[in-house]
C-alpha cells in the first residue's frame, strides 16, 4: 500500500498563514494526483485543492480560490498547501488524498487529517 504523512497543522489567528505537507511513501507506485479535502465540525467533506501529477495543473475550490496554494515535490512524492489569509471559516480537519498506481493497481489513499483551527 500507499501511506501518507500529514503535518503543519495548528492553531493561528484569523489572517495568518500555515502551510501543510503530506509525504507519500511505498515500495513502488506512480502518482496521477494529489490534493486536499477538509471536514468542519457538523459538515460533510469538502473539496478544497488538487493537482495533477504530470504538468502540474491545479484547481481549487471557490472558497479558497486566491488564498490557497497547492503545489508539489515530485522527487519527494509530497504536496503542500500554503494557506493564506486564514479566515474562522477555514477550521477544519484537512485531510490529503493521493490517486496513485501501486503494482499495476489505481485507487485513492487518504491521510488520517491534521487539525487546523482559525481564531477570530
Known amino acids: 500500500q500507499v501511506q501518507l504523512v500529514e503535518s503543519g497543522g495548528g492553531l493561528v489567528q484569523a489572517g495568518s498563514s500555515l502551510r501543510l505537507s503530506c509525504a507519500a511513501s511505498?515500495?513502488?507506485?506512480?502518482?496521477?494526483?494529489m490534493g486536499w479535502f477538509r471536514q468542519a465540525p457538523g459538515k460533510e467533506r469538502e473539496f478544497v485543492a488538487r493537482?495533477?501529477?504530470?504538468?502540474?495543473?491545479?484547481n481549487y475550490a471557490d472558497s479558497v480560490k486566491g488564498r490557497f496554494t497547492i503545489s508539489r515535490d515530485n522527487a519527494k512524492n509530497t504536496v503542500y498547501l500554503q494557506m493564506n489569509s486564514l479566515k474562522p471559516e477555514d477550521t477544519a480537519v484537512y485531510f490529503c488524498?493521493?490517486?496513485?498506481?501501486?503494482?499495476?493497481?489505481?485507487?485513492?489513499?487518504w491521510g488520517q487529517g491534521t487539525q487546523v483551527t482559525v481564531s477570530s
Open positions: 511505498g515500495r513502488t507506485f506512480i502518482t496521477y494526483a
Open positions: 488524498v493521493a490517486d496513485v498506481s501501486s503494482l499495476g493497481v489505481r485507487s485513492n489513499y
Open positions: 493537482i495533477i501529477w504530470s504538468g502540474g495543473s491545479t
